[in-house]
């Protein structure tokens, strides 16, 4: 029996390129517009589009329960703007994040923002098993600032180092894009789906 993944549907954005991702690599798929339905879920996958407040106006309402699920061994991916609601709160917006992972999200800092384009992410996760290019797809202009170790990934943008791939219990958190980054991406959540099958 395939996966059923929860994706939430912030009502900003287009869900369309991360849930065929998904769909390909195995996964059942439901959308949901009313987060009450994430105490329901089996894996939730929170999207990369939008801005934080924005992102999370839906959500504080079950905050409180997403958080103890999502600690409590519930697996997650969160992606982009999707990762960085998973912080206390972040510098772009004054709602407070889910506060899975301690710290705040920061400005990137560089000579030119947003970055956007590919860049390389080291790592020696399980997630990155098989993937040949290490070479993912960036859109941002935060970035996590971690409070407690839960960095395992790193990219190299402008001569600085940053932290771009996390991971605390069973929830994943990418500052990259995988369902935009072809085959490697495509490779990522297959062995998160998998890794996600291993939990339940």
Same mark, same amino acid.
């Given at each position: 029996?395939?996966?059923?993944?929860?994706?939430?549907?912030?009502? #900003? @954005?287009?869900?369309?390129?991360?849930?065929?991702?998904?769909?390909?690599?195995?996964?059942?798929?439901? +959308?949901?517009?009313?987060?009450? @339905?994430?105490?329901?879920?089996?894996?939730?996958? *929170?999207?990369?589009?939008?801005?934080?407040?924005?992102?999370?106006? %839906?959500?504080?309402? !079950?905050?409180?329960? +997403?958080?103890?699920?999502?600690?409590?061994?519930?697996?997650?991916?969160?992606?982009?703007?999707?990762?960085?609601?998973?912080?206390? @709160?972040?510098?772009?917006?004054?709602?407070?994040?889910? @506060?899975? $992972?301690?710290?705040?999200? #920061?400005?990137?800092?560089?000579?030119?923002?947003?970055?956007?384009?590919?860049?390389?992410? #080291?790592?020696?996760?399980?997630?990155?098993?098989?993937?040949?290019?290490?070479?993912?797809? *960036?859109? !941002?202009?935060?970035?996590?600032?971690?409070?407690?170790?839960?960095?395992?990934?790193?990219?190299?943008?402008?001569?600085?180092?940053?932290?771009?791939?996390?991971? %605390?219990?069973?929830?994943?958190?990418?500052?990259? !894009?995988?369902?935009?980054?072809?085959?490697?991406?495509?490779?990522?959540?297959?062995? $998160?789906?998998? $890794?996600?099958?291993? #939990?339940?």
């Amino acid at each position: 029996m395939p996966l059923r993944i929860t994706l939430t549907d912030y009502g #900003v @954005g287009n869900l369309y390129s991360i849930r065929r991702s998904l769909e390909n690599c195995g996964a059942k798929v439901d +959308v949901i517009r009313d987060m009450s @339905g994430l105490k329901d879920a089996e894996c939730i996958v *929170f999207p990369g589009v939008g801005a934080f407040d924005k992102t999370m106006e %839906k959500l504080l309402p !079950h905050r409180d329960e +997403v958080r103890d699920m999502l600690l409590s061994g519930t697996p997650a991916l969160g992606i982009c703007i999707g990762m960085q609601i998973l912080y206390e @709160g972040s510098a772009e917006g004054s709602s407070p994040g889910l @506060g899975v $992972f301690k710290g705040k999200v #920061v400005p990137l800092e560089g000579e030119v923002i947003p970055h956007m384009g590919w860049n390389q992410v #080291v790592s020696g996760d399980p997630l990155m098993s098989g993937v040949a290019d290490n070479n993912f797809y *960036f859109a !941002h202009s935060f970035r996590g600032s971690p409070e407690e170790d839960i960095t395992i990934g790193t990219t190299e943008y402008e001569g600085t180092t940053i932290p771009t791939f996390f991971r %605390k219990a069973n929830t994943y958190g990418t500052q990259f !894009h995988p369902e935009k980054s072809s085959d490697s991406g495509m490779t990522v959540l297959r062995n $998160f789906i998998r $890794f996600a099958e291993s #939990v339940l």
